[in-house]
């Protein structure tokens, strides 16, 4: 299904698709799991919506909770999405993507908004060593 999604989607012009469950809730992207930000809470698919549980979800989730940023895990639908102050896509071959637009609709301003450049930034300072964090979550070669 990610696949045929991610074909239709390249055919219409689109880089990515948002995968629905059967209920029209937002499960994931093709290969990323999806987070929106609204009046600056981070909302996210619960594991419960048949997404991936991806160790890059985990990891931002916790950075964002470290942050001050609540972050919750519910079920909502596509246009939650058009109405989201922010957007974005994380995974391992991405790592964190802001959304633009969707369905030809921006979103927030149409370029990446604070809570996601945050993130990214804290992410890769974690990738780095950069954090007194988490240092168990890294391999020293």
């Not at 299904?1 to 074909?7: D, E, F, H, Q, V």
């Not at 995968?19 to 996210?44: P, S, W």
């Not at 609709?105 to 993130?119: F, H, N, S, T, Y």
Request: with cysteine.
């Amino acid at each position: 299904n990610s696949g045929l999604a991610k074909r239709d989607a390249k055919k219409d012009g689109f880089d990515e698709a948002i995968m629905l469950d059967t209920c029209g809730y937002v499960c994931e992207a093709t290969a990323e799991n999806i987070f929106a930000v609204r009046d600056n809470v981070i909302y996210t698919p619960p594991l419960s919506s048949s997404i991936l549980n991806g160790i890059t979800r985990d990891t931002l989730i916790t950075l964002a909770r470290e942050s001050g940023y609540e972050v919750r895990e519910q079920t909502f639908q596509r246009d939650f999405l058009y109405i989201a102050d922010e957007v974005f896509f994380c995974g391992t071959a991405v790592e964190l993507m802001p959304v633009r637009e969707i369905d030809f609709r921006p979103i927030g301003e149409g370029k990446p908004g604070p809570v996601a450049r945050k993130l990214k930034d804290l992410y890769f300072k974690l990738l780095r060593g950069g954090l007194d964090t988490h240092k168990e979550w890294l391999t020293y070669y």
